[in-house]
């Protein structure tokens, strides 16, 4: 009796426990609302252990951001495209992960998720078709770690934002020599993402 009810609650039952559909480490819609623009969602990119050792360690990472609007024809025209890049470290002598956004100054956090979740949010652009047509947005997401002449470029931008807290020709990221730097990125290795993806096509005008 005890088995025939088991098979029966398996097979007729209904589920108790659903799964949470996950969002897309990258995702891009169209506000019609707003002119057509679109808006970026960026999710889970950086929910990495060992990419989360690495910045800890001292390893900036690098988000490199792009997003075009297409024309839809019998050949497809780009007519319109933003891109950006972003850059998250730590910093040992503050014991803070920055930000280094678009534009504007460094932002600061005290932990590798709030710094994730500074980056992994929604962004809303202002690129629009500007005539009638059929139209859709692409969107291209690369995290890669930064090399030697980008930790170079990075120092040199550092010494101005951590202004007072770091003086003299000291180096910034990790607090590291240069040998190190370069045994680091050599020894960790780590592998780069590269994520796309693709709106509905919509009509404007």
Same mark, same amino acid.
């Not at 426990?17 to 949470?20: D, I, L, N, S, Y």
């Not at 707003?34 to 252990?49: C, H, K, T, Y």
């Not at 280094?100 to 100054?105: A, E, H, L, T, V």
């Given at each position: 009796m005890l088995l025939a009810a088991l098979v029966a609650l398996g097979s007729g039952a209904p589920t108790l426990?659903?799964?949470?559909p996950q969002k897309p480490p990258l995702a891009i819609a169209v506000d019609s609302a707003?002119?057509?623009?679109?808006?970026?969602?960026?999710?889970?990119?950086?929910? =990495?252990?060992e990419l989360e050792e690495a910045t800890s360690s001292g390893l900036p990472i690098r988000l490199r951001i792009r997003v075009e609007l297409w024309r839809d024809g019998f050949i497809d025209d780009l007519e319109a495209s933003d891109s950006w890049t972003v850059i998250l470290l730590f910093e040992p002598l503050e014991r803070v992960y920055l930000v280094?956004?678009?534009?504007?100054?460094a932002q600061r956090y005290a932990s590798y998720g709030g710094a994730r979740g500074a980056l992994e949010t929604r962004y809303p652009l202002d690129i629009r078709p500007r005539r009638s047509g059929n139209y859709y947005y692409t969107a291209n997401l690369e995290v890669e770690t930064l090399?030697?002449? =980008?930790?170079?470029?990075?120092?040199?931008?550092?010494?101005?934002?951590?202004?007072?807290?770091?003086?003299?020709?000291?180096?910034?990221?990790?607090?590291?020599?240069?040998?190190?730097?370069?045994l680091l990125i050599r020894v960790l290795g780590l592998p780069s993402k590269h994520l796309e993806a693709r709106s509905a096509r919509f009509r404007a005008g």
């Open positions: 426990f659903r799964a949470v707003n002119g057509f623009r679109p808006v970026l969602e960026i999710g889970s990119v950086l929910q =990495d252990a280094r956004p678009r534009s504007g100054r090399s030697l002449s =980008d930790l170079d470029e990075l120092e040199r931008w550092l010494q101005g934002e951590l202004q007072p807290a770091v003086t003299g020709d000291r180096s910034i990221p990790g607090a590291v020599a240069q040998g190190a730097k370069r």
